[in-house]
């Protein structure tokens, strides 16, 4: 028997996911290390990049190809909707919170059948919007953390130890996440292969999304005509123009700004390189303060220790 497939991912969505998950990866492999680092472990991982401050860079470029992703998605999805007029499936709905519980109710056998999913059920809709909020925050915490000095000018200088905290408790909730609830759901529970051929049969489309498979069934939403994609496209295209021009200059002013800032406030030529190790000295402010015997000077007050190593360069 022939078997009838159906597009689930445009072939530019496929590889968007596996830029991301690269970045992911590789933004969790040199972070993590970053936030556990008086661990043996980290310090092998440091090692093998060479060194932390490779780990550090190899980070940001990481996060700077996650920020490109994320400006493609966001224009991606924008032309789907505002020119295709694809409905807003992802968008969350009552109907999920039912769908939540009549899950719940089915597994401890109180529901007489599992919920019919459309193209997105609860499961994909948690996952998205957890990565969206996920990563906007990572994305504004990040920046913080790495133009301290350019943030606290405005900001109070709390700021960036909550960054700092929120940006490692986020990590590890979003490392935990794709392990556990992606790598669960998509791989192991029924190992769904539309994320490398951008199709799922019409078997596999009735398992898991039969409100879906109904309605293109039924021809629904019908197509849009050529002539008022077109019609569409020739505005969205210079406005989107403008909108990734405005967020491509404003990523470039945060990965260059605090260069910029330290320059003109001390260059770190300027700075006293630091005489003693790194290792274990991780807390500079706990024997650097305006109280110790190793003062730093006034102007310091109000820096965080994430700052330090901007400036003051191991002697080495
Ligand atoms: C356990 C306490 C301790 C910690 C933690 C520590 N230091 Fe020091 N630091 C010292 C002492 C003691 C000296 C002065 C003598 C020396 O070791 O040569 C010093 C000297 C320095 C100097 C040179 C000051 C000068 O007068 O030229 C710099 C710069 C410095 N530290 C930066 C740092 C930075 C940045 C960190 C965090 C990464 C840090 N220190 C963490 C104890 C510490
Ligand atoms: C914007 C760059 C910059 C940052 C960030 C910075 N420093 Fe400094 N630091 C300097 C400069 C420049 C000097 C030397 C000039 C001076 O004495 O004001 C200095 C001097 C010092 C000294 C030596 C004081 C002395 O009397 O010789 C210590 C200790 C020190 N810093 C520790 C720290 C610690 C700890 C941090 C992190 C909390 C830090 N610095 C962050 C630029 C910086």
Redesign the pocket.
Same mark, same amino acid.
């Given at each position: 028997m022939e078997k009838r497939y159906y597009q689930r991912f445009h072939w530019t969505q496929i590889v968007e996911h596996w830029v991301m998950a690269l970045s992911f990866v590789t933004l969790a492999t040199t972070g993590l290390p970053q936030k556990f680092s008086d661990t043996t472990w980290a310090h092998a991982i440091a090692e093998f990049f060479g060194g932390v401050q490779m780990l550090r860079e190899i980070h940001h470029i990481a996060a700077i190809v996650l920020i490109l992703t994320s400006i493609v998605h966001f224009v991606g999805v924008g032309y789907r909707v505002l020119v295709l007029q694809t409905p807003l499936y992802m968008w969350m709905r009552w109907r999920d919170l039912r769908d939540l519980i009549q899950a719940i109710g089915y597994y401890l056998k109180l529901a007489p059948s599992y919920p019919r999913f459309e193209r997105y059920g609860f499961i994909e809709k948690l996952e998205y919007w957890a990565l969206i909020w996920g990563t906007v925050l990572m994305i504004v915490t990040g920046f913080i953390l790495w133009n301290? #000095?350019w943030f606290t000018s405005f900001l109070p200088g709390e700021i960036v130890p909550a960054a700092k905290a929120a940006h490692g408790y986020e990590a590890v909730l979003a490392v935990l996440a794709i392990l556990t609830w992606h790598v669960y759901f998509v791989h192991f529970r029924h190992f769904n292969k539309s994320i490398f051929t951008g199709k799922l049969s019409e078997e596999e489309l009735r398992h898991e999304h039969p409100l879906e498979l109904e309605r293109l069934q039924r021809g629904e939403p019908p197509a849009p005509s050529a002539e008022s994609v077109a019609r569409r496209r020739r505005v969205f295209v210079p406005v989107a123009a403008l909108v990734v021009l405005f967020l491509l200059a404003g990523t470039f002013y945060m990965i260059t700004v605090e260069q910029t &800032? #330290?320059e003109t406030? &001390?260059s770190?030529g300027? &700075?006293?390189t630091i005489p003693h190790a790194l290792e274990l000295r991780g807390d @500079?402010?706990a024997c !650097?303060n305006l109280q110790t015997q190793?003062?730093?000077?006034i102007? !310091?007050t109000g820096?965080?220790?994430e +700052?330090?190593l +901007? @400036? !003051?360069w191991p002697a080495k």
């Amino acid at each position: 028997m022939e078997k009838r497939y159906y597009q689930r991912f445009h072939w530019t969505q496929i590889v968007e996911h596996w830029v991301m998950a690269l970045s992911f990866v590789t933004l969790a492999t040199t972070g993590l290390p970053q936030k556990f680092s008086d661990t043996t472990w980290a310090h092998a991982i440091a090692e093998f990049f060479g060194g932390v401050q490779m780990l550090r860079e190899i980070h940001h470029i990481a996060a700077i190809v996650l920020i490109l992703t994320s400006i493609v998605h966001f224009v991606g999805v924008g032309y789907r909707v505002l020119v295709l007029q694809t409905p807003l499936y992802m968008w969350m709905r009552w109907r999920d919170l039912r769908d939540l519980i009549q899950a719940i109710g089915y597994y401890l056998k109180l529901a007489p059948s599992y919920p019919r999913f459309e193209r997105y059920g609860f499961i994909e809709k948690l996952e998205y919007w957890a990565l969206i909020w996920g990563t906007v925050l990572m994305i504004v915490t990040g920046f913080i953390l790495w133009n301290p #000095i350019w943030f606290t000018s405005f900001l109070p200088g709390e700021i960036v130890p909550a960054a700092k905290a929120a940006h490692g408790y986020e990590a590890v909730l979003a490392v935990l996440a794709i392990l556990t609830w992606h790598v669960y759901f998509v791989h192991f529970r029924h190992f769904n292969k539309s994320i490398f051929t951008g199709k799922l049969s019409e078997e596999e489309l009735r398992h898991e999304h039969p409100l879906e498979l109904e309605r293109l069934q039924r021809g629904e939403p019908p197509a849009p005509s050529a002539e008022s994609v077109a019609r569409r496209r020739r505005v969205f295209v210079p406005v989107a123009a403008l909108v990734v021009l405005f967020l491509l200059a404003g990523t470039f002013y945060m990965i260059t700004v605090e260069q910029t &800032a #330290i320059e003109t406030v &001390a260059s770190p030529g300027r &700075a006293p390189t630091i005489p003693h190790a790194l290792e274990l000295r991780g807390d @500079c402010l706990a024997c !650097h303060n305006l109280q110790t015997q190793w003062p730093f000077p006034i102007d !310091h007050t109000g820096r965080g220790n994430e +700052s330090c190593l +901007s @400036c !003051h360069w191991p002697a080495k």
